[in-house]
């Protein structure tokens, strides 16, 4: 007998998306020293070491997606940009835009949560 495929996982899809956003989230943390680095505001050499760390947790974090404290350790992270804001400006704009956009994907796993509690994905539907 041959085995039914299992449904796609929509969660599966859902950590995808937040290690793509993690990422684009180091790289622009990065892009900021160069930034800094014209107006003067960059915090000296801990300015430097702070998005360092910062660029490289995202990255790292990317690993954990999977974990059920997950969503902890990305909202952890956003934290700890906007309290960096305070030595570096430019993270503090930072964390707030990116910010919106972990809110925005919060908000969208939690409706698919809620659809797929109710069995209403389209990957539950029978044909």
Do not use: H
């Amino acid at each position: 007998m041959t085995e039914q495929p299992s449904p796609p996982d929509p969660m599966k899809g859902f950590r995808g998306v937040m290690a793509a956003t993690l990422i684009l989230e180091a790289m622009v943390t990065l892009l900021t020293l160069l930034v800094t680095s014209k107006f003067g505001s960059n915090g000296g050499p801990l300015g430097v070491v702070v998005v360092l760390v910062l660029a490289a947790a995202m990255v790292v974090a990317c690993r954990y997606l999977s974990r059920p404290w997950a969503i902890k350790l990305v909202i952890g992270l956003q934290v700890l940009l906007l309290l960096s804001g305070f030595l570096v400006i430019a993270l503090a704009v930072l964390a707030l835009l990116f910010g919106l956009v972990w809110f925005a994907l919060l908000m969208m796993r939690r409706d698919v949560a809620r659809r797929m509690a109710a069995g209403q994905l389209p990957s539950q539907q029978q044909p």
